[in-house]
C-alpha cells in the first residue's frame, strides 16, 4: 500500500504513465469506502489534468446512477440507499460504453448526484468527445456480485482509496449531520448501511491495480 505522504504522487504517475504508454481513451477509476474522499480525489485528479494540458478530462461519477428516492420507496429499498442494489448498474455500464466507443466521435452527458435534493441529476457532466483521460468513481467498481462484475473489464487501471475505519465514520457523521439526520440518526445509518457496504466494497481489494491510503487533508470534505 502506498502511504498518504506519497498517495497523490504515485496516482498521477500512474495516470501519466498510461497516457503516455497507450494509445486511445483511458478510463481510470476510484474506488473505496463510503467516506474515503473518492469525489474530492477524483475531481482534483480531472483539474490537475486538465490545467497540465491533457488532451482533454472526463469525469463520470457512479453516484449519479442512485435509484430516485421515489424508486426506492416503490422498491421498499430508501432505508438503505447506497446498497448495490440502489443504483443502476445497466445504465452506469452502458454509459461507459457509449463512453468507450466515442472518443473523437461526439460528447456523451453524464448524470451526477446532488446531495441537496439528495437525487441524481440527468446530463449534470459532459465528456467531451476529445479527452483522452475520463475519470469514474465510485463504490462498487470493483466489486464481484450483483452486475457489477461488468464494470471492471470496461476499465483500464482501477486505484482503491483507503482510509482508516475511524476517519471515515467521522466524516460519514458529519456529513449525514449536514444532510439533516439527527446525530442518533447519523449513527444508526453509518452502523447500519455504510459500514456492511464498506466490508462489500473491501472485498473487491484484490481485483485493483493499486491501493493508496489517503488521510484526512487528502479526504478533507469527502464527497464519497
Not at 472526463?58 to 422498491?75: A, R
Not at 467531451?128 to 461488468?150: F, H, K, M
Not at 464494470?151 to 460519514?172: A, F, I, T
Request: proline share 5%; glycine share 10%; aromatic share 6%.
Amino acid at each position: 500500500m502506498v502511504t498518504d505522504g506519497d498517495a497523490w504522487a504515485q496516482l498521477t504517475a500512474d495516470v501519466d504513465r498510461l497516457l503516455r504508454d497507450r494509445a486511445g481513451r483511458i478510463i481510470v477509476g476510484l474506488v473505496g469506502p463510503p467516506g474515503t474522499g473518492k469525489s474530492t480525489v477524483a475531481q482534483r485528479l480531472v483539474s490537475e489534468f486538465e490545467q497540465a494540458g491533457s488532451d482533454g478530462v472526463g469525469y463520470l461519477p457512479m453516484d449519479g446512477f442512485h435509484l430516485s428516492n421515489p424508486q426506492l420507496e416503490k422498491l421498499g429499498r430508501r432505508h438503505r440507499k447506497g446498497a448495490p442494489d440502489t443504483f443502476d448498474v445497466d445504465g452506469y455500464i452502458t454509459v461507459l460504453q457509449r463512453i468507450t466507443r466515442s472518443h473523437r466521435i461526439r460528447d456523451v452527458y453524464v448524470p451526477g448526484f446532488d446531495r441537496s435534493l439528495d437525487e441524481p441529476v440527468a446530463a449534470r457532466f459532459v465528456v467531451p468527445a476529445d479527452a483522452r483521460l475520463i475519470v469514474t468513481e465510485g463504490n462498487y467498481l470493483a466489486t464481484a456480485s450483483s452486475g457489477w462484475q461488468r464494470v471492471r473489464d470496461l476499465l483500464d487501471w482501477v486505484v482503491y482509496l483507503d482510509s482508516p475505519p475511524g476517519l471515515r465514520r467521522r466524516r460519514l457523521l458529519e456529513r449525514h449531520l449536514r444532510g439533516g439526520r439527527s446525530a442518533a440518526a447519523a449513527a444508526r445509518w453509518v452502523a447500519t448501511v455504510d459500514d456492511p457496504n464498506a466490508a462489500l466494497i473491501a472485498a473487491g481489494r484484490s481485483r485493483c491495480d493499486r491501493v493508496l491510503a489517503i488521510g484526512d487533508e487528502a479526504g478533507r470534505s469527502a464527497g464519497s
